[in-house]
């Protein structure tokens, strides 16, 4: 977590938790001292990577684009508003992209799953407007640029004194 590690953040905060809810209860609020605005070198970089996977497509998919577009959403949403949140459609009830339900239902349904050149020059568009609002939210952000590391080792630390 003290790498502005996203992904991590992302597990923490994540609403499915198979085991440890115990140990997340304690972690969380101590986790959420780590979103700070270096995560955004996360973010830009997933973004980069889930470009390039589309653009290697020859069948362009609407999978690999919707991921591409909550790595997008996820980064300016923390960035602007210090919340880890992964969930697409819960993401876009706050950037109303009129377009992510019909790539969710394309998705689910094989048939219509990939995407024609004219949507693939309007998403490369939209992305491309993206990128720059990850930027700008960036530069804008006023989260804290560093998590505090002496914290966290105390709470592992005391994690692990019973045991010892």
């Not at 491309?128 to 952000?141: G, H, I, M, P, V």
């Amino acid at each position: 977590m003290c790498k502005h590690n996203g992904y991590v953040l992302e597990q923490v905060f994540s609403p499915l938790v198979a085991h440890g809810a115990d140990f997340l209860v304690q972690l969380r609020p101590l986790a959420q001292k780590c979103v700070t605005k270096h995560c955004y070198n996360h973010y830009r970089g997933f973004l980069h990577t889930q470009r390039k996977l589309f653009e290697k497509e020859t069948e362009k998919r609407a999978k690999t684009l919707l991921y591409a577009y909550r790595v997008a959403l996820t980064g300016v949403h923390l960035l602007e508003t210090g919340e880890v949140q992964t969930h697409l459609p819960t993401l876009n009830e706050r950037f109303r992209l009129t377009f992510i339900p019909e790539l969710i239902a394309r998705k689910a349904n094989a048939e219509f799953g990939t995407l024609s050149a004219v949507d693939v020059a309007f998403h490369t568009r939209q992305l491309d407007e993206w990128e720059t609002r990850l930027n700008a939210a960036y530069e804008a952000s006023a989260l804290p640029t560093e998590p505090p590391a002496e914290e966290l080792d105390r709470f592992l630390i005391e994690l692990r004194l019973p045991i010892a």
